[in-house]
């Protein structure tokens, strides 16, 4: 009946174990404002492209430098239109700090002929951040789950 009970508490170490393993991977994985902002950078990109697609064909184009377009963007501001020369137009939203230069842009704006999206990072970081969460919860179990183990068949035969 010993050798029984003793498995039995084996299963349940190692389910426990499990368990806090779990939560750990739960600690590592990207938060849900990470989703979030990833979401409304896609959907103003995605925006700020159809914006400078409709204008390109706009034959009174011409006719401004730039303006706002009443449409606003995820962080309430609204998007704007900047002539760049070459008949081409920049669509753009000011981002998740709702400042914009006069000249330029700054590093978080979005406009419509960026070379990479702006989302492109924090997806990258998240996919690493996965992987390290999945690497280290299932390391740990496993590596606890072996020591316990271990240590519970040598004290178990002495």
Known sequence: MPPRK???SNVFAVLGNGVACFLLFLMLI?????????????????????????HQETPS?????????PELDPWGQPYR?????????????SGPNKKTPQVSVDQDDIYSDMTT????????????QLLIAIV?????WLLFSIVFLRTRRETSCA
Do not use: Q, W
């Open 6 to 8: 003793s498995a039995i």
């Open 30 to 54: 990207p938060n849900i404002e990470a989703g979030r902002t990833e979401a409304r950078l896609i959907s103003a990109y995605n925006r700020v492209c159809e914006i400078s697609r409709a």
């Open 61 to 69: 184009r011409e006719l401004f430098v730039m303006h706002d377009i």
């Open 81 to 93: 239109l900047v002539d760049i020369g070459g008949n081409r137009v920049r669509a753009l939203s």
């Open 117 to 128: 999206p702006p989302f492109e990072p924090i997806r990258a970081n998240k996919k690493k």
């Open 136 to 140: 280290v919860s299932a390391g740990a």
